[in-house]
């Protein structure tokens, strides 16, 4: 009872310390919950769209968990991401508790670093290691230089689950208890449905340590038996998620294989350290090959944990850490193999590495986006040995060394401030967005410009989504299909012919508005020549303008004004245009349409505005709707002299007193000083206002 005790309550003071250590490594993050997000908008937003995307949905519908409301029309669409489902227990609270996504993904991101250092110290304590010198494996794992070149990917910092479950491994075959055995299973299931990344990396190092685990001391029947039961509930619970995975592979397989190469290491990468690190970044400058080096490739491990590993590797004779050994050097070894990729260049030579064997015996290998991640693996072991290498130090008389190793170990990954960037709450976001909150109905959206090549800006797209609820066309994740792809190759070249065709192809399918977001670098000159254009074209209505979102209605098949209600006129007003026709319809009692067809006169261009009034038969007004044509999109300075404008306006009261309504009047005045322009027609006008007989047809 004594030695549970000394346990637990070692057990708490480490989860404290790595607790307090997170804080410190990741500082400001920790005061910054709330407004911003590490690095960048890309794949940090994604994964917090995704943490809140799951929230959501899990509480409300979920059968409905993997379809997105994004690439539409496409289903299953989480499954171009990874599922973070792992994860999504310390984001869930605060995101369900607060309705901020940025608070969950932070203290999701806060203890990716505290899994990963408890993880690693319960593994050099399940193997034979002392106390403080699992502590201090624990404490170097987290802040391991490499996890600093991947701070925008979350699943990956959660590699902590990996050595987590190999200790509970370690602890179940030495001891079968069905708690053991359940600490084992949650720990494979929190590492497979974290990321696919973790699933194929801890399942090759569960594999290598169980059979090294029966082959030094033997495993009992009973143990096989309960991780016969462990393997059954975890294949159960991984087959659920990975189905919609599955379905998509042959088409992932093809983009992976061209992302696999792209990323592939090369033998000085592991010199190169992130240039996040403050230390080590201007350092191994040099040694980050410019065209090459991106965060997927700077691998460096870290000089005390490869000292200490080295003197782990050779002093592992404790027969706790034997079958940790053989399992690391399995790890290490294919990890250093597959992260130099399918094709190794040597001199002029380029020769076949074990890469495309690998993924012809195992296909799920392609779910791995860059070759260089498998380093993640030597990483894991190297880190686990060293712990074994602290260990032996620690015991002997070179303590001083231990220590000094120790600190610089520490001071390698040391990489405080972490980059922070602002992110609005999404009460904040722009109107726009709110005013799509509040339209009825399910349709789809299409916001532009698209971003090309990069299009990870569009997560700040996804991120307002979680407020308006409104699916996207074009959108940001791992994958993406072919034809969203063709899709925005096209929208790059709006309003040109093939672009408007397309949206017009879109409307079709249920995508009712287009957003324009004038504050971007394609669009600043968009007012207003790039209005006018847009608002010429029938296909499109224009709503309004919130800044800085131009915004348009789709329509595939434009309204016409019928026929039957249509009534000729002729009325001129000055140089500026003519009337042909008009027509008037009531709809409801509270709403009624009105059609006007002009022709531009010669001198159409100015501040103008129209004026559009429903009168009764004493000429009292009822309902009125001023500005230019179509919604007011189509302003006076687009008109080309001699074209046809139809306008539609729809009149509304909520008195009901259009069905009083018995005469139109119709002026154009000019802006500010409200003057009417004058008008000449045979129909009676006053002041100015044209006025018109209508025959009421509902």
């Avoid at 290490?332 to 094709?343: C, D, Q, S, T």
């Avoid at 159409?604 to 007011?632: F, K, M």
């Avoid at 002299?641 to 069905?659: F, H, K, M, N, Y």
Wanted: charged share 15%; hydrophobic share 50%; aromatic share 12%.
């Amino acid at each position: 009872m004594k030695g549970q005790a000394r346990a637990f309550r070692w057990s708490i003071a480490i989860a404290i310390a790595y607790g307090l250590w997170s804080i410190v490594l990741t500082a400001p993050v920790a005061f910054r919950m709330a407004d911003g997000l590490p690095k960048d908008w890309g794949d940090p937003l994604l994964n917090t769209w995704i943490l809140a995307w799951e929230t959501r949905v899990l509480l409300e519908r979920p059968w409905g968990l993997f379809d997105a409301p994004i690439f539409y029309p496409h289903q299953g669409t989480l499954a171009y991401s990874e599922p973070l489902l792992g994860i999504l227990p310390f984001a869930f609270p605060f995101m369900l508790a607060t309705g901020i996504p940025a608070l969950g993904y932070n203290v999701a991101f806060l203890f990716s670093f505290w899994t990963a250092a408890l993880g690693m110290a319960h593994l050099v304590r399940a193997s034979g290691g002392r106390r403080r010198a699992a502590f201090i494996a624990g404490l170097l794992f987290a802040a391991a230089p490499y996890r600093f070149a991947h701070l925008i990917h979350l699943q990956l910092l959660y590699m902590g689950w990996i050595p987590l479950a190999m200790a509970a491994l370690i602890r179940y075959v030495r001891r079968p208890r069905w708690r053991r055995a359940a600490d084992l299973t949650l720990a494979i299931l929190l590492m497979a449905l974290s990321s696919w990344h973790l699933a194929v990396f801890g399942g090759l190092l569960l594999g290598a340590l169980t059979a090294f685990l029966a082959w030094a001391r033997g495993i009992s029947a009973r143990a096989w038996r309960g991780l016969g039961i462990v393997g059954i509930v975890c294949g159960l619970g991984i087959g659920i998620v990975a189905g919609p995975y599955l379905r998509i592979a042959p088409a992932l397989s093809q983009v992976r294989a061209v992302e696999v190469t792209q990323h592939a290491a090369w033998p000085m990468d592991w010199l190169a350290a992130s240039p996040e690190l403050r230390l080590l970044g201007p350092l191994t400058a040099p040694l980050r090959a410019p065209g090459h080096s991106t965060h997927e490739v700077q691998l460096y491990i870290g000089a005390t944990a490869l000292a200490a590993a080295v003197l782990g590797i050779r002093e592992a004779r404790a027969r706790e850490a034997r079958p940790l050994r053989g399992a690391t050097l399995v790890g290490i070894a294919v990890g250093v193999l597959m992260a130099l990729g399918p094709v190794w260049s040597v001199g002029p030579w380029r020769i076949p590495g074990p890469y495309a064997a690998v993924v012809a015996l195992f296909p799920g290998v392609t779910l791995i986006r860059a070759s260089a991640r498998w380093s993640i693996l030597a990483l894991i072991g190297l880190y686990a040995m060293a712990g074994v290498g602290l260990d032996r130090l620690l015991r002997g008389q070179r303590r001083w060394m231990a220590l000094g190793g120790i600190g610089l170990g520490l001071l390698e990954g040391w990489a405080v401030p972490i980059p922070i960037v602002s992110l609005p709450r999404l009460a904040d976001l722009p109107p726009a967005y709110h005013w799509l909150a509040r339209q009825p109905d399910s349709f789809a959206i299409l916001e532009l410009p698209v971003f090309l090549p990069i299009d990870d800006r569009e997560t700040f797209r996804m991120y307002a989504g979680l407020l308006h609820r409104k699916p996207l066309v074009i959108a940001y994740s791992g994958y993406i299909p072919p034809d969203i792809r063709e899709i925005r190759k096209r929208l790059h070249f709006f309003p040109k012919p093939a672009a408007v065709e397309t949206i017009i192809q879109l409307a079709r399918i249920g995508v009712r508005y287009l957003l324009i977001d004038a504050s971007k670098e394609e669009f600043r000159d968009f007012y207003p020549q790039g209005l006018c254009q847009v608002a010429r074209d029938p296909h499109f209505t224009y709503i309004g303008y919130m800044q800085p979102h131009y915004i348009f209605e789709i329509q595939a098949d434009p309204d016409i004004p019928s026929p039957s209600i249509m009534k000729p006129v002729m009325a001129k007003f000055g140089n500026i245009a003519l009337l042909q026709a008009y027509g008037f319809r009531q709809i409801s009692p509270e709403q009624a349409e009105v059609w006007l067809i002009w022709t531009a006169g010669p001198d159409p261009h100015g501040n103008y505005s129209i004026a559009v009034h429903a009168l009764d038969e004493t000429g009292q007004l009822q309902a009125q709707r001023d500005g230019p044509p179509r919604n007011g999109g189509y302003l006076f300075d687009c008109w080309r002299p001699g074209e046809q404008i139809v306008d539609r306006r729809i009149l509304s009261d909520p008195a009901g007193r259009l069905q009083q309504v018995t005469r139109l009047g119709v002026a154009i005045y000019e802006w500010p000083s409200l003057e009417r322009v004058p008008v000449e027609s045979p129909w009676p006008s006053n002041a100015g206002m044209l006025i018109l007989p209508i025959p009421i047809l509902h």
